[in-house]
């Protein structure tokens, strides 16, 4: 009874960080929706996300992991979130970019309904399924967690936080946390271990603030509307683009 009630109490603090995370980027979407134009941003990690969250929402489902369905409940309402933000990139894209994020969207689908009909009609154990979703889950929930690598090598480069926001680091440390402690108590490696990844990267951008924080230049700071989710600012997304399609 005590772990059951352990389990409930950080599945909803799963539920809660991983919301901020997934509203972090509406600021964004603001920006592009009043300039009535993209200009330089990226929608890749976007659609990325989307397929992260179908995955992770199916894994949760009853017949495939019992007793996940907080995982379904974050995710759905991810599936949701990201949709809208893809929706409204591609509205505002330039006619080329609409066409790659249009030929991405169709792709992420269709890998989501391959995993998911064979999970229903080609494997009827239920072993079989969990590690089937479970591997095609915890493979992306890597890459969405691994995304601030690229900011994090430029805060020692430059030696300055401008572009790493303190509450993105400090929510994507807190989200990692409680799901990997959600999935040990769970017993559930395809949640802790890639969480585990998640909570040790949040854990090094927070040390990484600590140590550049009175480094940031004061005279050109960027504001929260020129932030991207995961702590990406404006100027780096193409370059976070080519590592999310190079395989987060």
């Known amino acids: 009874m005590p772990n059951k009630a352990l389990h409930l109490v950080f599945g909803v603090i799963g539920n809660a960080t991983g919301l901020f995370l997934f509203l972090s980027p509406m600021v964004t979407f603001k920006r592009i929706v009043m300039k009535k134009s993209t200009e330089q941003f990226s929608g890749i ?121 303190l509450f993105l680091s400090l929510f994507v440390f807190l989200c990692g946390t409680s799901w990997f402690i959600y999935g040990l108590i769970g017993r559930d490696p395809f949640l802790f271990v890639p969480n585990g990844f998640g909570s040790g990267l949040g854990a090094m951008q927070l040390i990484l603030y600590a140590i550049y924080r009175n480094n940031k230049d004061e005279t050109n700071q960027t504001s929260w509307n020129d932030t991207l989710e995961m702590g990406i600012g404006q100027n780096y997304q193409q370059k976070q683009s080519n590592v999310l399609n190079g395989h987060p």
């Open 45 to 165: 990690p976007y659609v990325m996300t989307l397929l992260n969250c179908l995955l992770a929402a199916w894994y949760g489902l009853p017949f495939i992991s019992p007793d996940n369905i907080l995982v379904t409940a974050i995710n759905g309402t991810g599936v949701l979130i990201e949709s809208i933000y893809v929706l409204i990139f591609f509205i505002f894209a330039p006619k080329k970019e609409k066409g790659k994020i249009l030929g991405l969207f169709i792709s992420i689908l269709a890998v989501f309904s391959t995993i998911a009909m064979i999970s229903v009609f080609g494997l009827h154990e239920s072993k079989k399924r969990k590690l089937l979703c479970g591997f095609a889950a915890s493979i992306f929930s890597v890459i969405m967690y691994a995304s601030p690598l690229l900011i994090m090598r430029m805060v020692i480069k430059s030696k300055s936080v401008e572009y790493m926001p």
